[in-house]
């Protein structure tokens, strides 16, 4: 399996970006459809974004569409998730996740990061 490690999480102000970074070793990278998904206190897991293997096909949830861009680089083996325009309802704890092919169910991701806090303030 491949081993992920999310970065760049952070305290912003509503209306701000950031930029998620997940770092992945182990199996080859570009064999994974890749997704971000997010877990907000006391709600389950829900889905962000996914790209295919070779970045040709993205997804997006509908909540994040045109203000979150997913991207990766196969070359440096690393996922991307650049935020715009983020609400305090983007508070969760986002995590990186690898998968054999595209889906939006958690239970179609087989790899899983440890997560980084991301906390939107009004």
């Known amino acids: 399996q491949v081993q992920l490690v999310e970065s760049g999480g952070g305290l912003v102000q509503a209306g701000g970006s950031l930029r998620l970074s997940c770092a992945a070793s182990?199996?080859?990278?570009?064999?994974?459809?890749m997704g971000w998904f997010r877990q907000a206190p006391g709600k389950e897991r829900e889905f962000v974004a996914g790209?295919?293997?070779?970045?040709?096909?993205?997804y997006y949830a509908d909540s994040v569409k045109g203000r979150f861009t997913i991207s990766r680089d196969n070359a440096k083996n690393t996922l991307y998730l650049q935020m715009n325009s983020l609400k305090p309802e983007d508070t969760a704890v986002y995590y990186c996740?690898?998968?054999?092919?595209?889906?939006?169910?958690?239970?179609?991701?087989?790899?899983w990061g440890q997560g980084t806090q991301v906390t939107v303030s009004s």
């Open positions: 996740a690898a998968a054999l092919v595209p889906g939006r169910a958690a239970a179609d991701f087989r790899s």
């Open positions: 790209i295919t293997w070779n970045g040709a096909m993205t």
């Open positions: 182990g199996r080859t990278f570009s064999g994974y459809v």
